[in-house]
């Protein structure tokens, strides 16, 4: 059974379009993430949910916004799509408490806009 | 601006060799310290997580992490073809937990 999950796998769409992403987890973590990783492979922290509740939310412009419907799942939507948009973006989950902050990664989607 | 710094490489080692990969962070805060390994076109896997001084061993990896130098290393003994993929330190920051800070990751290559 897959961990993290990452719907879809593949999003190619033209610039101005808006799309969303979807995350999964099975692992019964209280935390999730979401990570952008740039063509130079640089991996970048973008938003953490802990119970639903936004914890993390870097320097990303408002045209990405995160939803957790619950906290096992989390979606990223973004409006407006930019050819600086294009990267890979993960999700990624972690059981806090008891000192554990182990981050497990789902598959990516590789997003690309033209 | 707090950073994580690691050697780009490429590190070339040829297989059953010990392969060392270093790592320096600039937060002095920071508590914990994972290694992440990522083949290409795959997602990262965590393969160590160290959060004291000293080393810490799994299989053919040990993490060993320095805090007064600020420094973090993976070594992994008896390296193998299987093993070439970019590692990626990460370091929680900003006084978060969740909060992790990941390097540019170094290139290992396993040679046969």
């Known amino acids: 059974d897959t961990a993290v999950s990452q719907t879809p796998k593949y999003l190619v769409t033209q610039m101005g379009n808006d799309k969303s992403i979807k995350c999964e987890q099975n692992l019964g973590h209280d935390t999730m993430y979401w990570y952008k990783q740039d063509s130079k492979k640089f991996l970048k922290i973008m938003f953490s949910y802990n119970n639903k509740e936004l914890i993390i939310n870097e320097t990303v412009p408002n045209r990405f916004s995160p939803k957790s419907p619950d906290k096992a799942h989390l979606n990223l939507h973004i409006n407006s799509l930019e050819l600086g948009d294009s990267a890979v973006y993960f999700c990624?989950?972690?059981?806090?408490?008891?000192?554990?902050?182990?981050?497990?990664f789902g598959p990516g989607t590789r997003l690309t806009v033209t | 601006q707090k950073e994580v710094e690691q050697n780009s490489g490429p590190l070339s080692v040829p297989e059953g060799a010990i392969a060392s990969l270093n790592c320096t962070y600039s937060d002095r805060g920071s508590q914990s310290f994972f290694w992440y390994r990522q083949y290409s076109g795959k997602s990262p896997e965590l393969i160590m997580f160290?959060?004291?001084?000293g080393d810490k061993e799994d299989g053919r990896f040990t993490a060993q992490l320095n805090k007064a130098s600020q420094y973090v290393s993976l070594l992994i003994r008896d390296s193998q073809p299987s093993d070439s993929a970019t590692y990626l330190c990460a370091v929680n920051s900003g006084g978060s937990n969740y909060k992790l800070t990941f390097g540019k990751g170094t290139l290992l290559t396993v040679n046969p």
């Open positions: 160290i959060y004291s001084n």
């Open positions: 990624a989950s972690s059981q806090g408490g008891k000192g554990l902050y182990e981050q497990y």
